[in-house]
């Protein structure tokens, strides 16, 4: 999950990579490292967040668990898709470790199913189905200059 938040006027709106914790350090390890540079987000969270898909160009902040920035990443693809048609190049860059789109879901689906995701979209039965559309998001980081 990538969460887009604003932040003050004229500074880039952070991009929150799972919850602060164990899984957002190793996603964000990987992104410092150039191992990830895809994500997936599920369209119901930005609607439930009332928060417009990401676009193309549009760059913003990395923040870590201490809600500290780490890297600007530049949007360079997006994508929305049924779930069951992610493509196995997109879960490959995630950087996570998997090697099949099968391991990719099932992680995906343990994090979606998960209590703090749903009380994030306030419903206690959330979930996720081969139909469900997600956002299938490619970035780049930012070389600092």
Avoid at 22 to 40: C, E, M, N, Y
Avoid at 67 to 90: C, K, M, S
Avoid at 116 to 122: C, T, V
Wanted: hydrophobic share 45%; aromatic share 6%.
């Amino acid at each position: 999950m990538t969460d887009h938040q604003n932040t003050d006027a004229g500074a880039l709106p952070t991009a929150e990579f799972a919850f602060p914790g164990p899984v957002r350090d190793k996603l964000v390890a990987a992104i410092l490292g150039g191992a990830k540079t895809s994500t997936t987000g599920l369209v119901a969270e930005y609607e439930h967040c009332g928060e417009a898909l990401p676009r193309v160009g549009a760059r913003s902040a990395v923040v870590d668990s201490d809600n500290r920035p780490v890297a600007v990443i530049e949007v360079t693809e997006v994508r929305v898709v049924a779930l069951a048609d992610v493509d196995l190049a997109h879960a490959l860059d995630e950087g996570e470790g998997h090697t099949t789109v099968a391991e990719w879901r099932a992680d995906h689906e343990t994090f979606w199913h998960s209590a703090e995701l749903r009380a994030a979209m306030d419903d206690p039965a959330f979930t996720v189905d081969d139909a469900t559309p997600v956002v299938l998001e490619r970035f780049r980081v930012v070389p600092a200059s």
